[in-house]
């Protein structure tokens, strides 16, 4: 079984910048994506980033590129989501999510296991 956990939320003012990391554990596949997902208040839950598994290939959504820069370190099974330039806007509950497969995708259903989130608050 596998399991995520983030870590790194915080409240910040717009400009600043906040790194979130979230470790994987347990039985992973050999080769995994990890993604991040965030939901605003009263918004559905939009995808952010993601990272394949030797972190050569990455997306972003439009609304975080050239802002956010996702990483991973493998051998802590630990990916980073440097986030630079936090706009209100940018204020949501993030998740992170593992999917078992090989392909980059801002689709939730090829995520299958998520973590319970961490709050990014940003003040104008």
């Known amino acids: 079984q596998v399991q995520v956990e983030e870590s790194g939320g915080g409240l910040v003012q717009a400009g600043g910048s906040l790194r979130l990391s979230c470790a994987a554990s347990?039985?992973?596949?050999?080769?995994?994506?990890m993604g991040w997902f965030r939901q605003a208040p009263e918004k559905v839950r939009e995808f952010a980033a993601a990272?394949?598994?030797?972190?050569?290939?990455?997306i972003y959504a439009d609304s975080v590129k050239g802002r956010f820069t996702l990483s991973r370190d493998n051998a802590k099974n630990t990916v980073y989501l440097q986030m630079n330039d936090l706009k209100p806007e940018d204020t949501a509950l993030y998740f992170c999510a593992y999917g078992p497969g090989f392909r980059l995708s801002s689709s939730e259903y090829d995520y299958a296991v998520w973590g319970q989130g961490t709050q990014v608050t940003v003040s104008s």
């Open positions: 347990g039985r992973t596949s050999s080769q995994y994506l």
């Open positions: 990272i394949n598994w030797s972190g050569v290939s990455t």
